[in-house]
């Protein structure tokens, strides 16, 4: 008797737990390819959501040129590309980059500093409240730069729509 007392003790414990416990919201994962301005690139954007909620987000970029560090198999012909140029990603070439923004356009911030501030404006962000804060803009790309402190690409509206559709394709 003193077995079955001790176990109906036990279960009972356990209840409790089993009753309040909360199904964690589902993690899911949007990937797409955005060209977010131009047309001699395109931009790999990463969302990962925790039901509506972006809890991380990525942006790399792609272009074909000469003098940068080029994806995989890029230095054996891969894609047929001009002699003495790669497929590069901008993130990986950051710095290289960078350098030609500052030169060409007169950049103050690095091509990956300016990445992430993007990113981190969209973290912690729902779904709803990304693509509000994208309909505010109203397509103006100045308001865009200006929401997002200490970035200054031009694009910056365009890599948010990027994430935005990233985050609604996720499953």
């Known amino acids: 008797m003193k077995k079955i007392i001790a176990l109906l003790l036990v279960l009972c414990l ?5 009753v309040f416990a909360e199904e964690a919201p589902a993690i899911k994962l949007g990937q797409v ?3 977010a301005h131009g047309t001699k690139c395109f931009a790999v954007m990463t969302v990962v959501l925790e039901g509506d909620v972006i809890i991380a987000a990525h942006i790399d970029e792609y272009q074909v040129g000469a003098g940068m560090v080029g994806v995989p198999n890029s230095e ?3 894609g047929g590309f001009a002699e003495g140029t790669v497929l590069y990603s901008k993130r ?3 710095e290289a980059y960078s350098n030609n923004m500052a030169t060409k356009a007169g950049s103050t911030v690095a091509l990956d500093v300016n990445y992430d501030l993007i990113q981190a404006f969209c973290v912690g962000k729902t779904v709803a409240e990304l693509e509000a804060a994208i ?3 109203n397509g103006d790309a100045t308001a865009a730069v200006d929401a997002i402190s200490g970035a200054t690409l031009v694009d910056t509206l365009g890599y948010l729509q990027g994430l935005l559709a990233a985050a609604q394709a996720a499953k």
Not at 14 to 18: D, E, H, L, Q
């Open 92 to 94: 990986v070439n950051a």
């Open 76 to 78: 054996n012909g891969f």
């Open 33 to 35: 390819q955005w060209a």
């Open 135 to 137: 309909a505010a803009f």
């Open 14 to 18: 356990f209840v409790p737990f089993g």
